[in-house]
């Protein structure tokens, strides 16, 4: 039998959900603590003190954003620059936000707020092969999220607490492990060569000549997710199109 979709049955958020989401995420802990520890070592050189990484690391929540603003520190910190750049970053979370709409459209108060403010790269796609596999737990998405909060959390401000002690050299294997873990989880939503292909072949193209053209940090990952997700909705609107003429 078909897995259900999420639009054809109720969808719920249990305590179940939530325990299975955070038990989901634990293996992407690993790929986190590179990346978090960088970040705390950052930080650290930076001058923040270990409260005001704690505080940054627990309300930004997003590495990339938090690189780019830690990038751009200096004395006076150019806030609004700072601000600009995370927004531009972050701003990939909105189509995110609608492709999780089945479930989120559905959640109120709490459920919903909580869901949205641990929402990441690694916990949308967890919870879009979720939905995919017939799913109807949002609490799984709220449980991936918080499990890979607190992981995030305590790898930044181990990585501050290490301070000078870490010594990684430029372009190390050890920088690599998030991006790893990250295209391990893509697996599941691998849709097939027709469905999936093109869009993130372009979506990867685009960023590279963003890149090799020498586009600030932000901007290669902007163009690429839009150009790779627009493809992407033109190709399944088509799809949906077609089949209703026949």
Do not use: C
């Not at 078909?2 to 054809?8: D, F, I, T, V």
């Not at 990339?64 to 995370?86: F, G, H, K, R």
């Not at 479930?103 to 995919?132: I, N």
């Amino acid at each position: 039998m078909a897995p259900q979709s999420p639009q054809s049955g109720r969808v719920v958020f249990t305590r179940a959900g939530f325990r299975r989401g955070f038990a989901a995420s634990l293996p992407l802990w690993v790929g986190m603590l590179p990346f978090g520890v960088v970040i705390g070592v950052l930080s650290a050189a930076k001058g923040l003190t270990f409260a005001e990484t704690a505080l940054m690391t627990s309300l930004v929540y997003a590495g990339s954003a938090q690189l780019v603003a830690l990038e751009m520190w200096a004395d006076p910190a150019p806030i609004l620059a700072a601000t600009i750049a995370a927004l531009v970053v972050n701003i990939r979370m909105a189509p995110m936000g609608a492709a999780l709409a089945p479930w989120l459209d559905r959640l109120r108060g709490w459920k919903l707020w909580g869901s949205l403010s641990t929402l990441v790269d690694h916990s949308f796609a967890m919870a879009v092969a979720e939905q995919r596999a017939g799913g109807r737990d949002a609490g799984y998405l709220l449980g991936v999220g918080v499990g890979i909060w607190v992981s995030w959390v305590a790898a930044v401000l181990a990585g501050h607490l290490g301070g000078g002690l870490l010594q990684v050299p430029p372009g190390h294997p050890l920088f690599f492990a998030a991006i790893a873990a990250f295209l391990s989880i893509l697996v599941p939503l691998w849709r097939g060569v027709r469905v999936d292909a093109v869009p993130w072949v372009v979506a990867g193209l685009v960023a590279l000549a963003a890149h090799r053209a020498g586009w600030p940090v932000p901007l290669p990952l902007l163009l690429g997710s839009f150009a790779g997700a627009g493809l992407g909705a033109w190709i399944e609107l088509r799809g949906r199109g077609a089949a209703g003429w026949k």
